[in-house]
Structures are given as C-alpha cells and as structure tokens.
Nanobody, 124 residues
Framework: QVRLVESGGGLVQAGGSLRLSCAASTRTFSSYAMGWFRQAPGKEREFVATVTGNGGRTYYADSVKGRFTISRDNAKNTLYLQMNSLKPEDTAIYYC?????????????????WGRGTQVTASS
C-alpha cells in the first residue's frame, strides 16, 4: 500500500510558476514510476507527466511540454512538478499517482495508488 499526499497548489497569475510536491509513504518509493494527472472542472482527468523510478527518464503531455518539469527525490520519498508559464487552461486539481511500471504514453494503465489532489488556479 502506498499513501500519497499532494501539496503546493494555489492561486497564481497567468505566466507565473508553482511547484507541486507529492509525499509518498512507502519504503520502496524508488521502485515505482510516478505520474502527475489533472482534472479541470467539467472535464475528464488527463495525463500530465511521468517519471521512472530512478528519475532518469520522463515523458510529458504535449500541452505541458517545455513548461512543466517532473522530478523526484528518492531520499525524501517525494515527487515534484515544477510548473512555469502557467496558463488559465492549466487550472485543475492535480493528482500524483504510483505505478509499478514506467509507461511512456499518456495512459492511466497501472496507476494503482492515487493522492487526493491539490488545486491549481491560474488567473488571467
């Protein structure tokens, strides 16, 4: 069982930056690939980014590529999402999730553990 808790969300003006964190309660954090997902009001949840267990490989949705950076610190059992040049369309609840396997595609498959989310609002 893996418990995930997101933090770092908030209200920011368009063009601004935020860094989200996801704290994991597992001794085997490095054995999990991790992902970020988001869900905007009235829309389905969508993939944002994923990273391998050792942090060496990443994959992004086209909509955030070049603006968002996913990373992890396995010594701290923490996943991050650095979000720059935020746009109003980035407004959503952001979720982190854990997967036993790294899948380099915008999929939900295999993400067995999820956090409860943190709200990000980018105002125009």
């Amino acid at each position: 069982q893996v418990r995930l808790v997101e933090s770092g969300g908030g209200l920011v003006q368009a063009g601004g930056s935020l860094r989200l964190s996801c704290a994991a309660s597992t001794r085997t954090f490095s054995s999990y690939a991790m992902g970020w997902f988001r869900q905007a009001p009235g829309k389905e949840r969508e993939f944002v980014a994923t990273v391998t267990g050792n942090g060496g490989r990443t994959y992004y949705a086209d909509s955030v590529k070049g603006r968002f950076t996913i990373s992890r610190d396995n010594a701290k059992n923490t996943l991050y999402l650095q979000m720059n040049s935020l746009k109003p369309e980035d407004t959503a609840i952001y979720y982190c999730a854990a997967n036993r396997y790294y899948i380099e595609s915008p999929t939900f498959r295999g993400y067995d553990y999820w956090g409860r989310g943190t709200q990000v609002t980018a105002s125009s």
